[in-house]
């Protein structure tokens, strides 16, 4: 089964900028729309963002619109989260995975990355 490495994240005060990077062995990305997802304790994962394979975003939740820009490389099977304008509420561990909306053939979730967005 393809791995999920998601990295890039970290502690950072309010107001400040992250890139998280989604890895996936292999060809797993091929032909995929891809999403990233945020999970808080006590919630179920959440979608925050979506591309399709062309890597044109098809989805951004409204909490992160204007703030968050999902892309993609296929050449490197990489996913990347750009994240600006950061808020206590953006924090969370995020992963990565095929997009749910697209497909039921989901991928083994990775470790994920944890944000701590400080006020």
């Known amino acids: 089964q393809a791995q999920l490495v998601e990295s890039g994240g970290g502690l950072v005060q309010a107001g400040a900028s992250l890139r998280l990077t989604c890895a996936g062995s292999?060809?797993?990305?091929?032909?995929?729309?891809m999403a990233w997802f945020r999970q808080v304790p006590g919630k179920e994962r959440e979608v925050v963002a979506t591309a399709g394979w062309s890597g044109i975003t098809t989805y951004i939740a409204d909490a992160v619109k204007g703030r968050f820009t999902i892309s993609r490389d296929n050449v490197k099977n990489q996913v990347y989260l750009q994240m600006d304008s950061l808020k206590p509420e953006d924090s969370g561990v995020y992963y990565c995975n095929r997009d749910p909306s697209r497909t039921t053939m989901s991928l083994d979730w990775g470790q994920g990355t944890q944000v701590t967005v400080s006020s």
């Open positions: 292999g060809r797993s990305f091929t032909g995929y729309a």
